[in-house]
């Protein structure tokens, strides 16, 4: 994902849709997706950054990506669960 988000310069969802449509059973972990974010952000910062600074439309929204990504999350019970959670960014500049 991170090799297709630099070298075409997309954004996070189009590598994962890409990998998704050629290998349906993709599932990075919570973790991962986070640091793909940050990364994104990173690789997309020097051709974006610039073209919304002008922009107070786009400045203060947020994305949220629907990727099916599960956070353990332990009960009163002592057991463990996990919650199926969107991930929300805002961006970085």
């Known amino acids: ?16 849709e890409f990998v998704k ?26 051709s974006t950054c610039s073209s919304e600074a002008g922009s107070p439309a786009i400045g203060g929204s947020s994305t949220v990506f629907n990727f099916p990504v599960s956070i353990p999350v332990h009960t009163s019970a002592g057991q463990l669960s996990f919650l199926h959670s969107p991930i929300t960014t805002s961006p970085s500049c």
């Open 1 to 16: 994902l991170a090799y297709l988000m630099r070298t075409n310069r997309v954004k996070l969802d189009e590598a994962f």
């Open 21 to 46: 449509q050629r290998r349906s059973i993709i599932s990075p972990n919570f973790s991962f997706m986070g640091q793909l974010l940050q990364f994104e952000s990173q690789v997309l910062a020097s």
